[in-house]
C-alpha cells in the first residue's frame, strides 16, 4: 500500500511573537519542521509533501529538495491546507498520513505503529490522540457512550462538558487517500475560528459510515503542539533527555545530563565524561575517552580521542588526540590544534595550525599562524596579525623557543630551533637556531631608588 505524507507547516505562529517563521525555530540545533521531516524519511513513504505558506523560501532553503513544496498562499486553516495537494494526490489508492510541522517530538515508531493501527482495522481515519494532563488549546476527542469516536472538537469551539475531556487530537492522522479528497469536499467554515478545519474529516467519514477511530499514544510529551515560547522550552528538555539518554546508553558520562546541552547532530564516543553546564552545538563530534568540563562550549568541534576541553570555547575548529585545552581558553575557527599540543588558561587561537606537542601555556594570542613541532610559546605572548587594513601570516619552525611577553609582527617566519629572548618585538624574519633579541638594555643607576619620594 502506497504511504503519502503530508505536513503542515504553512501557518505564522502568531503565537509566537517572533520574527522567525514558527516552524523554523530550533529544538535542539534543528528545527522544528526538519524534525518531523526526518521522522517522515524513516517511514519510506512515495511521497512527503510540505505546505509552506508564511515564509516558504526560508522553509524551502532549509529542507531542500528532501521534501515536495505545495504553496498554501491564504491560511484558511489546517483542512484548507491539505486541500492544496489535491493536483499531487487525489484519487490515488493509499494511506495518507498528515503531520504538523510544529510537533517536533513525533517519533517514526509512534508513526508506524498508527499506521499499523489503521490498517488493521481497515479505517477510513484513525487519530493519534493522547490523554493530557492539562488539555488547553487542543482539539478534544469526543467519544460515545460505547467509546467510539465521533468526532473532534477544538477548544474555541467546545462546550464546558467538552472542555472537560482530556483526551486531546496530538495533529497527527492516517487516512484513506481516497476518502480523504472525497470528504475535504464537505468541509466548510462553521466554527469559531472561521477556518476550513481538517478536523472536520472525523465527523463527515462518521456519517458516511466510514470507519473511523484513534490510537491512544503512551508518551503524551511525544506528541507536543509547540504555539509558544513556553511549549518551545519544554519541547526542547523533552529533546535534550531524549538525546542525553541516548548518549547515556552508548557509554558516556554525564554527570549532570539535565543541565548539559547537546545538539541533535553531536557524536560522542564511549567513555567520555561530560560535566554539567556543558553546550555541545551543531555538527560537533567528541571522540572516545575525553573530558569535557563544566562552562565547556563547542560548536562544530571536531575532537579526537583522549582529549580534555577544561572550561573553554571551541568554534569550528580541530583538537587532535590527546591535547588538552584550557581552562578558559577560546579556538576560534579554523583552528587545528596538533596531537599532545598543551592549550593553558587564557589562551586564544584563531585561523592557526599547531602541530604535535607544541606548548602554549598562558595569555597567549595566536591568530593567522601555522605553528611547527615542540614550541614552547612564553606567557603573554602576541601574534600580532593586523595592521587595521590586512591580516598577515606568521610561520614558526619546529622546536622554537619563545620567551615570555613577545610581539611577534606578522609577516613573520622564525626558523627551527630559533630562540626569541622575553620582551622581543619581533619584526623581522629570525634564521634557523638563531637568537633574537629587541628591546631596550637594562641599565642599573646606583643608589638612585634613596632620591625617590617613597623612600623620603
Ligand atoms: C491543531 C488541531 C487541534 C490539535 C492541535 C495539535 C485543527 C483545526 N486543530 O490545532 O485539534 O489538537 O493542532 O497540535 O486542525 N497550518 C497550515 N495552514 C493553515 C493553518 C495551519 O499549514 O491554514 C499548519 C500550521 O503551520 C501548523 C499546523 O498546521 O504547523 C497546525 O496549525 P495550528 O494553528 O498550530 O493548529 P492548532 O491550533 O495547534
Ligand atoms: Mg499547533
Do not use: W
Not at 526526518?38 to 529542507?63: C, D, N, R
Not at 466548510?188 to 478536523?199: I, S
Not at 588538552?324 to 596531537?339: K, M, N, T, W
Request: aromatic share 6%; hydrophobic share 40%.
Amino acid at each position: 500500500m502506497d504511504r503519502f505524507v503530508i505536513i503542515l507547516a504553512a501557518g505564522q505562529g502568531t503565537r509566537m511573537k517572533s520574527k522567525l517563521y514558527k516552524v523554523l525555530h530550533p529544538v535542539c540545533g534543528k528545527s522544528m519542521v526538519n524534525h518531523v521531516v526526518s521522522a517522515a524519511e524513516e517511514l519510506q513513504p512515495e511521497k512527503i509533501i510540505t505546505i509552506v505558506g508564511f515564509g516558504a523560501e526560508k522553509v524551502q532553503a532549509e529542507l531542500g529538495d528532501r521534501v515536495t513544496y505545495v504553496l498554501q498562499e491564504q491560511q484558511l486553516g489546517t483542512g484548507h491546507a491539505v486541500l492544496q495537494t489535491k493536483s499531487l494526490l487525489e484519487g490515488q489508492t493509499g494511506t495518507t498520513v498528515v503531520l504538523s510541522g510544529d510537533a517536533p517530538l513525533l517519533t517514526a515508531g509512534t508513526i508506524e505503529n498508527l499506521f499499523a493501527d489503521h490498517q488493521k482495522y481497515q479505517r477510513g481515519a484513525t487519530i493519534l490522540t493522547a490523554l493530557a494532563e492539562n488539555p488547553t488549546g487542543y482539539g478534544r476527542i469526543v467519544r460515545d457512550e460505547a467509546g467510539a469516536v465521533e468526532k473532534i472538537v477544538e477548544q474555541k469551539d467546545a462546550d464546558e462538558k467538552i472542555a472537560a475531556i482530556h483526551e486531546v487530537n496530538t495533529g497527527t492522522y492516517c487516512f484513506d487517500n481516497e476518502l480523504l479528497f472525497e470528504a475535504l469536499k464537505e468541509i466548510n467554515t462553521e466554527n469559531a475560528q472561521g477556518e476550513y478545519y481538517l478536523t472536520d474529516i472525523i465527523e463527515i467519514l462518521k456519517k458516511q459510515n466510514k470507519a473511523v477511530g484513534a490510537m491512544v499514544m503512551e508518551d503524551f510529551s511525544e506528541s507536543m503542539g509547540v504555539n509558544d515560547r513556553l511549549a518551545l522550552a519544554e519541547a526542547t528538555s523533552v529533546m535534550q533527555r531524549r538525546i542525553n539518554n541516548e548518549h547515556m546508553k552508548n557509554g558516556v558520562t554525564m554527570i549532570d545530563p539535565q543541565h548539559t546541552y547537546i545538539d541533535i547532530d553531536v557524536t560522542i564516543g564511549s567513555d567520555t565524561v561530560i560535566e554539567g553546564g556543558v553546550t555541545l552545538k551543531g555538527q560537533t563530534k567528541i571522540g572516545a575517552d575525553c573530558l569535557i568540563t563544566t562552562g565547556s562550549a563547542l560548536e562544530n568541534a571536531m575532537i579526537e580521542d583522549g582529549v580534555v576541553v577544561r572550561s573553554s570555547a571551541i568554534e569550528d575548529s580541530i583538537v587532535r588526540k590527546n591535547a588538552d585545552v584550557g581552562p578558559f581558553a577560546h579556538l576560534r575557527p579554523q583552528s587545528d590544534i596538533g596531537e599532545h599540543v598543551h592549550i593553558g588558561n587564557f589562551v586564544e587561537v584563531k585561523k592557526s595550525t599547531v602541530d604535535t606537542g607544541t606548548k602554549i601555556g598562558h595569555l597567549t594570542y595566536v591568530g593567522d599562524a601555522t605553528l611547527g613541532k615542540n614550541i614552547n610559546i612564553g606567557c603573554g605572548t602576541i601574534f600580532v596579525n593586523y595592521d587595521g587594513k590586512n591580516k598577515h601570516h606568521t610561520n614558526v619552525g619546529d622546536n622554537v623557543f619563545i620567551g615570555c611577553n613577545a610581539n611577534l609582527v606578522a609577516p613573520l617566519s622564525i626558523g627551527e630551533n630559533a630562540f626569541i629572548a622575553a620582551g622581543s618585538t619581533i619584526t623581522k624574519d629570525v634564521p634557523a637556531a638563531a637568537m633574537a633579541i629587541a628591546r631596550s638594555r637594562q641599565e642599573n643607576k646606583l643608589d638612585y631608588a634613596k632620591k625617590l619620594p617613597y623612600q623620603q
